[in-house]
């Protein structure tokens, strides 16, 4: 079973990821991912702000998720490099990763995220870029 077939019949228990971070899947289709998480006491750092390990990690699936939906049958990914700008920082409430491929070659993908709070007119918090490798899988 594939890892998008996982995901249509388990939703976030599909990735043990989400299930630990309480990561929701919004949608993913055609490049595209969305993901919700609500902001918790345990994933902030000593000055009370979300730690910004966490942004990188929700853009990271989210944008793993994305190139999922534009794999072929036996390929597999692996993040090669991801860098994250961040913006500005939240205490609480949901956070939205909603991510885009930007191109899909023969063995390397580059995707690109941005997080915010929800809502058509959610403020920008963080952005990210990430190459994977695409590898043909046997």
């Known amino acids: ?5 996982e995901v249509s019949l388990k939703g976030r228990d599909a990735n043990p990821f989400f299930k630990m971070m309480g990561i929701d899947i919004v949608s993913y289709a055609e490049g595209q991912a969305v993901l919700t998480m609500d902001v918790r006491p345990d994933m902030l750092n000593g000055g009370g702000w979300l730690q910004g390990g966490v942004y990188a990690a929700l853009a ?3 944008m793993a998720l994305a190139l999922f939906t534009a794999l072929k049958e036996d390929e597999i990914i692996a993040t090669i490099s991801e860098t994250t700008s961040f913006y500005r920082g939240v205490r609480d409430g949901t956070v939205e990763a909603e991510a885009t491929v930007v191109r899909k070659g023969r063995k390397v993908a580059f995707t690109k995220g941005v997080v915010r709070r929800p809502g058509k007119d959610g403020e920008i918090l963080a952005e990210s870029s990430a190459s994977f490798t695409v590898i043909a899988h046997q």
């Open 60 to 62: 990271d699936e989210a």
């Open 1 to 5: 079973m594939s890892y998008l077939e």
